[in-house]
């Protein structure tokens, strides 16, 4: 178990919310040994979760308190999916193919966008560009240079949470037009 | 009204880009509207008025009913036009059923007709069998066609159309074309009985010998062999082909639906309600007073260094005396049995002190109270004027009252 290799380093990073992605020098360490890993975060009481598309990340625990962040995050990157959906190309080919220009967003170019992000205290390029930052610190963007990034595998995490609750409107409503029988 | 083949083909060949687009309008079309595509692509000196009038004139243009002043392509002339430019129209399920349903009757009327052995309705049967094989065949082409063409142009185009308004295209071709029709042609789909069917009585008339034209029998054998094994293979095909794209967009559909509805359900009800179902948690250790490794190591040298001393004493003798508390307390809860004895008591205040005469005011009264509440008591005052009752520590001024068992 001690031979585990950046062991150090992986913990730092997944502790504070980062995804290790195929990007990350340390991918294929835990790729390989994905089981030793797993094995002994978990006697330290921390999940390490293996993604489908093949990341990894710490399981987050339930806080009574919801960092601001979590809502910022959540709104911008439910509106890019949303302004994928209205270009007409699947999804996952919009997100991840392309460099976007940060000044090329729709968020603040639309009236609708903007609106729901002055709903979490996001009003301004600057903001934008602070949550583009906690963003890169997750692993879920990298930013080439001052004006443009590109999403990485980890905002797969983004895409399950929109068929998470796809499915979840859909079960609901299969329960709903279940007729009850008396 | 017959058109002239020539007229016909000289207009079109000299009118050929206002044929595409006259093709290419979806629906019906008014005079103004043809006007302005004439304009748009004109001939060489000819007046759009006279070519609007040729184009009726060569029943290239039809009315949508007599007398209206909208108009339609002639279908003759459309499918013409989509041959010519190798466009191709989808055969719906209907169709092949239409084709499958008349290839039955066609068949009974030849078992017929080979047991009456009546030559003529055998060889019109037969004909009408091939003629069904050959729509059968051409409509399957067809079909194979206009879908591979849909899923080329899905693929190469980048108009503005949302994905879910393009999966509920594909939706709509897999559940309208390919899936239906893979229910009609597979092995155990009504095509099969119906092409074994006639394929037995085709045997049947060559070995009674009612149709001797034994080269165009073998043909139409060979034809139904085909038609059925090409009809399977092409609608595998298109499967083939959609099922990516179908799967693709389905899951891209799926995902822009989630969003659309956090979204939705932020716009409506505001942040306060939007909950934690929509945000996408990540661990976010915060270690707050957590003692550092030189802490934790000095702690446990102070533990191993500690000297050894004997563990503190603890003392177990009883309290020599009663606590006041508790004497008070078992003096008032002796009072009923005492006063039961001796009841009626004519003045009870008066009995108290000269009873008890150490016991301060504080418990002569609570005494007084206690005995008076008590459920095997009852009290009732004397009409006497207020007496004086002296008590260890000062008086009291009350009626008498006599207590008495209930």
């Known amino acids: 178990m001690n031979e585990l290799p950046h062991l150090a380093s992986i913990f730092d990073r997944l502790r504070r919310g980062y995804h290790l992605g195929p990007d990350d020098e340390q991918f294929s360490a835990l790729s390989e040994r994905y089981d030793d890993y797993a094995r002994y975060f978990e006697a330290l009481g921390l999940k390490l979760i293996r993604h489908p598309r093949e990341f990894f990340y710490f399981e987050p625990d339930n806080p009574e308190t919801v960092p601001d962040t979590l809502p910022r995050i959540a709104v911008f990157s439910y509106i890019i999916v949303d302004h994928a959906a209205n270009q007409g190309r699947p999804i996952e080919e919009f997100v991840f193919d392309q460099v976007f220009l940060i000044t090329a967003l729709p968020h603040l170019s639309m009236d609708r966008y903007a609106a729901l992000l002055r709903d979490v205290e996001v009003f301004d390029m600057g903001h934008i560009n602070t949550l583009l930052n906690q963003m890169e610190r997750i692993g879920w963007i990298r930013r080439i240079g001052e004006d443009e990034f590109r999403f990485l595998r980890p905002f797969h995490r983004v895409l399950s949470k929109c068929l998470e609750i796809t499915q979840s409107a859909q079960t609901a409503q299969v329960a709903a037009d279940t007729p009850v029988e008396t | ?406």
Request: charged share 25%; net charge negative; hydrophobic share 40%.
């Open chain 2, 1 to 406: 009204m017959k058109v002239n083949p020539q007229s016909f083909f000289n207009f079109c060949a000299s009118h050929t880009s206002l044929l595409r687009k006259l093709a290419e309008h979806d629906g019906e079309i008014s005079e103004f509207e043809t006007i302005r595509l004439v304009r748009i692509n004109p001939a060489i000196e000819e007046l759009p008025e006279t070519t609007w009038r040729r184009l009726r004139e060569l029943q290239i243009l039809v009315p949508t009913e007599p007398g209206s002043d909208l108009y339609l392509m002639a279908e003759p002339v459309s499918r013409l036009l989509a041959y010519l430019s190798n466009e191709a129209n989808a055969a719906t399920p209907e169709m092949i059923r239409g084709y499958v349903s008349s290839l039955e009757t066609t068949t009974k009327r030849l078992d017929r007709s080979l047991d009456d052995q009546d030559i003529q309705e055998v060889a019109l049967a037969f004909e009408e069998i091939s003629q069904t094989l050959r729509r059968i065949h051409a409509d399957l082409n067809e079909t194979q066609h206009a879908i591979l063409a849909e899923v080329a142009r899905y693929k190469t185009e980048r108009s503005r159309v949302s994905v879910r308004q393009k999966y509920q295209r594909i939706v709509h071709w897999m559940e309208r074309y390919v899936e239906p029709m893979i229910e009609i042609v597979r092995s155990d789909g009504p095509l099969r009985p119906a092409f074994e069917e006639a394929e037995r009585l085709l045997h049947r008339a060559r070995e009674e010998a009612l149709f001797n034209d034994h080269p165009a029998l073998a043909r139409n054998l060979r034809f139904l062999r085909l038609v059925g094994v090409h009809a399977l293979r092409v609608f595998t095909q298109c499967r083939k082909e959609i099922q990516p794209l179908y799967e693709s967009l389905r899951r891209s559909s799926f995902i822009a639906e989630g969003a659309a509805r956090a979204l939705e359900k932020l716009q409506t009800e505001g942040l306060a309600k939007w909950g934690s179902e929509y945000l996408i948690g990540i661990a976010m250790e915060r270690y707050q007073n957590v003692p550092s490794d030189a802490a934790i190591a000095l702690t446990l040298r102070r533990i191993v260094e500690h000297p050894p001393e004997p563990p503190p004493f603890l003392e177990f003798a009883i309290e020599k005396e009663n606590p006041l508390a508790l004497v008070r307390l078992r003096w008032l809860d002796s009072l009923p049995d005492t006063v039961g004895g001796i009841l009626p008591v004519s003045d009870l205040m008066a009995w108290l002190v000269s009873t008890y005469p150490d016991r301060d005011t504080s418990e002569i009264v609570a005494a007084f109270g206690l005995l008076v509440f008590h459920r095997d008591f009852h009290a009732t005052f004397v009409d006497e004027a207020q007496h004086t009752y002296a008590t260890s520590d000062g008086e009291v001024k009350a009626f008498p009252l006599i207590l008495a068992s209930t």
